[in-house]
């Protein structure tokens, strides 16, 4: 069964870093290109990132660019967003998130959220 | 970026009513139109991806169409399991936008 397990996330000051992983299992990882989603609490969905099958394409929203960076490790299977400069509207659930295969910007498994909450 | 504006923001019905949720692009997006739900305290799940293909699993009472600007999410008989939140999403420019949301609670 194809599982994606995030962790990584926690309470952090305004101006802090936080660093999110994504561990996948049950699929060929290095087939897919992955994606972080948000979702602030009581709030809908927000597209957070995206990065290629082999890391040769990174892409972010407006609103994290310059502060969030996504990487992967593919012999690990894992996913991750390092994420610096937080703000008070970076609180969110962040979910990690598969793109089926040659199919771009659909998300067919994701992961159940790692929570971060940006505060003083 | 293209905006994604979905109408209603919330929605009463009964069990075995039908439903119509809209999608409105602000850009044409040709069919890369996807919808999830999400239930409290879960991560969404893909009910339907190119705005009308049904993902395995997903029951047959739930339908999608359109295309250019103008899409619907359709459930031809509520279930209790159906009430919950749908998104729809555009998958045709990254950055990959969702829509507001629909909250479909029990009337």
């Known amino acids: 069964e194809v599982q994606l397990v995030e962790s990584g996330g926690g309470l952090v000051q305004p101006g802090g870093s936080l660093r999110l992983s994504c561990a996948a299992s049950?699929?060929?990882?290095?087939?897919?290109?992955m994606s972080w989603i948000r979702q602030a609490p009581g709030k809908g969905l927000e597209w957070v990132s995206a990065?290629?099958?082999?890391?040769?394409?990174?892409y972010y929203a407006d609103s994290v660019k310059g502060r969030f960076t996504v990487s992967r490790d593919n012999s690990k299977n894992t996913l991750f967003l390092q994420m610096s400069s937080l703000r008070a509207e970076d609180t969110a659930i962040y979910y990690c998130?598969?793109?089926?295969?040659?199919?771009?910007?659909?998300?067919?498994?994701w992961g159940q959220g790692t929570l971060v909450a940006v505060s003083s | 970026d293209i905006q994604m504006t979905q109408s209603p923001s919330s929605l009463s019905a009964s069990v075995g009513d039908r439903i119509t949720i809209t999608c409105r692009a602000s850009?044409?997006?040709?069919?890369?139109l996807n919808w999830y739900q999400q239930k409290p305290g879960k991560a969404p799940r893909l009910l339907i991806s190119?705005?009308?293909t049904l993902q395995s699993g997903v029951p047959s009472r739930f339908s999608g169409s359109g295309s250019g600007t103008d899409f619907t999410l359709t459930i031809s008989s509520l279930q209790p399991e159906d009430f919950a939140t749908y998104y729809c999403?555009?998958?045709?420019?990254?950055?990959?936008?969702f829509g507001q949301g629909t909250k479909l609670e029990i009337k």
């Open positions: 990065i290629t099958d082999n890391s040769a394409g990174t």
């Open positions: 998130a598969r793109q089926p295969s040659a199919v771009a910007g659909t998300y067919d498994f």
């Open positions: 999403q555009q998958s045709n420019t990254i950055t990959y936008t």
């Open positions: 850009q044409t997006i040709g069919k890369f």
């Open positions: 049950a699929f060929t990882f290095s087939n897919h290109h």
């Open positions: 190119a705005a009308s």
